[in-house]
């Protein structure tokens, strides 16, 4: 099991920022990618942002240039600083990561989410 603790959620003006952390515990074994979606009230749950283990990025062409995803590998963390917000940022966001268990089972786990409103 796999245990992922989210914060840094919260209600910022259009234009700010705000950064998102997400820490992984638990038997992992072999971490491989990190990486945050989100859902918007009505809509599919969308990826923003992805890392693997090696560092290789990947990003929704709609956070380009304002969200830069991060992660600390020691600390099993992955990070996203959000900037530039716009109120079509608002959603549930949510960590999710990626690996393989020391059997070589693959596995994927979901964070609980937490709530970005982009708002003035």
């Known amino acids: 099991q796999v245990q992922l603790v989210e914060s840094g959620g919260g209600l910022v003006e259009p234009g700010g920022s705000l950064r998102l952390s997400c820490a992984a515990s638990g038997s992992m074994f072999r971490l491989n990618a990190m990486g945050w979606y989100r859902q918007a009230p009505g809509k599919q749950r969308e990826l923003v942002a992805a890392v693997t283990s090696g560092g290789s990025t990947n990003y929704a062409s709609s956070v380009k240039g304002r969200f830069t995803i991060s992660r600390d590998n020691a600390k099993n963390t992955v990070y996203l600083q959000m900037g530039s917000l716009k109120p079509e940022d608002t959603a549930v966001y949510y960590c999710?990561?990626?690996?393989?268990?020391?059997?070589?089972?693959?596995?994927?786990?979901w964070g609980q989410g937490t709530q970005v409103t982009v708002s003035s």
């Open positions: 999710n990561v990626q690996g393989v268990t020391n059997a070589f089972t693959p596995y994927n786990y």
